[in-house]
Structures are given as C-alpha cells and as structure tokens.
C-alpha cells in the first residue's frame, strides 16, 4: 500500500498543469540563459573594450601632445614624466587590446598580473564603493581570489570563457555557490505545496485509505523528493551539455576560491586559498540533500497547520528566506547566541563551503560539519513535531 501511495503521488506531480509548466519554463530559462544571457555576461576583472580604445587614444595623444610641446619635465610626485608615463599606459593598453582581441588569453592573463588600466582599476573602486559595506576589504578578497583562480589554469586549458568561468563546470559551481540553492527549495515549494492539502479536495479517496497517516505523509513526501531530484539533474544535465557545448565542459579539478579563517594574524596572510571543483560539489551535495527534505517536511508541517496550499507555500518562502530579516555583516549572534547555531546560516551552504560567510562576518564559527549536525538536528525536530501534529490532527480532522 506504500508503494501504491508514492507511485499515486508521482503520477499526481506529473499530471499536475502547474509541474508541467514549471518544467517547461525552467527549460527555458536554462535555453536563454546559455544561449543569450550568458554570452553577454562579463566576469570579474574583465575589461571593457571600448573604455581600453578610448584610452589609447587618449595616451597616443597627450605623446604627441608633450613632443610638441617638449614638454619632458619630470613630476615630482610619480618620478616620471606626463610622456613617459602616457607612453606605458598607451603601450600596456595596446597590448591589452591584441590580446583579447587575438583571444590570447595567456597574453591577457600575464598582463593583468601586473597592469590594470586606471580607468578599469577606478570603476572596480567606485563599484565596490557604492556596493559593499567593506569596500576595500571586499575589492582585496574578490582580486585575490580571481588572481588565485586564474593563476591555477594550466596554460594549455587557458580561455576567455574559462577565465569569465562560463564553461560548465565552473557554471555548476557558481550556481550552488551563490543563488542556486535558494532557487532549487524554492521550485521544490512551488511543486509540492499543494499535495498535502490536495487530499482536503479528495476527501471521499483519501478518508479510507488503509495506512497510517504519519506513513502516508512520508510516502508522499519521498515521493516529492524524488520527482524534485530527477527533475533537477534532468535539468542540470540539459544544462551541462548546453553550456558545455557553447563554452566547453571544463574539468572538476579546476580550482576554485576557498578561505580559511584564523584568528592568527600571521595565519590569516595565507587564508585564501583554492579547492578543486570536486571536493566543493561533493560538500554541497549532503547539504543540498538534506535541505530539500527538510523543505519537503516543513511543508507537510504547515500544511496540517494552515490547509491552504498558497499559505503553505509562502511559510516556506518565509522559513528559507529568514535569515536575510536579520542578517548583515557585523551580524554576530542572536539573543546571545553564536549565528553558527542556527540552521537558517546554512541555507546558503556554498558560502559556508567556500568559507566566504566567515569572510563576509570576520569569525570562524561556521563550519561545514558544524552545518551538517545542525541541519541534521532540525530535520529531526520537524519530525518530532510531525508525529505530534499528525496525533493531533489526525486524518479524519485533516480532511473531514
């Protein structure tokens, strides 16, 4: 009979008009995103062209401007003169261009390790400026890592698109380093809100069936769960080829930024540092896992509250989204207590993996295994308060 619940579910969640849609407009959004967004988006560190022609231009000038003039004299302040220091800039900007204009990107890389043109170096300041509470610790840590980043690449495996990080791999990275998860238990709300209370309107089918109501619920929920993760690596694979195709596949032991925190001042100058595409997915995936299934069973939770699928649907948006009522960067604790204890920190687990939410609260107390026992102490609370929810309000109250 448990079988016979799941496989109902399942059937019920792929009929549903509004699965269906869902599907279908992820695909899309995984189509346009590749295939339109992507190609147009520039990385970190990247430099506009028009802006790098502009200031040729302007440095070929103010040469022929001062060998006009004879102007020679030396600034006491840089130590050089207005044409020696314009002829560097027109010559290391020149370079710039014919590198990426011949995609050289060993070139560019090389060059960007030891010049970056003024006007480029000045819009990242103003960005981060206006942008960032911290603004020249962030500018630091964001140019440190791309130089870590960029500097691992075998020359051989060296591109624009691998510099950028558009290639496959590093796309799966930087979606479950940044706004991923929140966009996976958010699609994992929206399909799954309504199947709970979905048994109020089929009250004549549901009221006799012969199995327990704590174990119907489960049944249902594992169902969601896994419709949910064949739907997402379904849908991540579809990805993957598209980006890999368009941009090339990449490798999983590329490196990426990781940052290890110390109290240790001297410890600290060697606190960024890198970890291979693999070792962070394979951290992610028992978050990621273990955060849909308590998503999953929130729901059953406020659906045997609340009833109504849309107020179901919202709690979740508001459970997952909590943290950001609170959360700032000198955000520490709450009521006294460390933040690290709290299972919301973990929601966004690619930043703890990283170790960038240290980073970003100057403290050490987030960890990875710290998250996983969290995270796995909450899951058995919401399971506790199931079981006496569903005493409480047993079949008959759910759905008479």
Request: glycine share 6%; hydrophobic share 50%.
């Amino acid at each position: 009979m448990a079988f016979t619940v799941f496989k109902e579910t399942w059937l019920h969640l792929l009929r549903n008009t509004k699965n269906r849609l869902t599907i279908v407009l992820v695909l899309v959004a995984i189509l346009t995103y590749s295939a339109f967004f992507l190609p147009r988006l520039d990385g970190f560190n990247i430099i506009d062209l028009k802006q790098l022609e502009q200031s040729i231009v302007s440095n070929e000038g103010i040469m022929k401007s001062a060998i006009e003039d004879g102007n020679f004299d030396v600034n006491m302040f840089t130590g050089k003169s207005a044409y020696v220091d314009a002829k560097q800039k027109y010559e290391n900007n020149r370079a710039l261009l014919a590198a990426i204009e011949n995609g050289d990107a060993l070139r560019y890389r090389v060059l960007t390790d030891v010049y970056l043109p003024d006007f480029h170096y000045e819009d990242m300041q103003d960005r981060y400026a206006t942008n960032s509470l911290f603004p020249m610790k962030d500018f630091g840590y964001d140019l440190t890592n791309y130089g870590n980043r960029v500097g691992s690449y075998d020359t051989s495996e060296l591109s624009f698109h691998v510099i950028q990080e558009k290639t496959a791999w590093q796309q799966i990275h930087l979606f479950m380093h940044e706004w991923g998860p929140a966009i996976l238990v958010i699609l994992t709300l929206f399909i799954g809100a309504d199947v709970f209370v979905e048994s109020i309107q089929k009250r004549t089918q549901r009221i006799g069936i012969p199995i327990d109501w704590g174990k119907y619920l489960l049944m249902q929920s594992l169902a969601i769960f896994s419709f949910v993760l064949i739907f997402f690596l379904v849908a991540g694979g579809i990805f993957f080829i598209l980006n890999g195709l368009l941009f090339g596949f990449g490798s999983l032991q590329w490196q990426v930024p990781s940052f290890t925190y110390s109290d240790d001042p001297i410890l600290m100058l060697e606190a960024d540092g890198l970890i291979p595409i693999s070792g962070f997915l394979l951290r992610a995936l028992p978050f990621l896992l273990m955060i849909l299934y308590l998503f999953i069973r929130l729901t059953v939770l406020f659906s045997l509250v609340f009833r109504q699928s849309v107020i179901v649907f919202i709690a979740g948006i508001f459970t997952l989204l909590f943290e950001k009522l609170y959360f700032n960067r000198t955000t520490r604790d709450i009521f006294g207590i460390d933040i690290s204890k709290f299972p919301q920190t973990y929601f966004d687990f690619g930043k703890v993996i990283s170790g960038e939410k240290n980073f970003l609260l100057n403290t050490g107390t987030i960890a990875v295994e710290q998250g996983l026992l969290i995270l796995a102490i909450t899951i058995v609370t919401v399971e506790i308060l199931l079981a006496v929810m569903v005493s409480v309000r047993n079949r008959q109250r759910f759905i008479g």
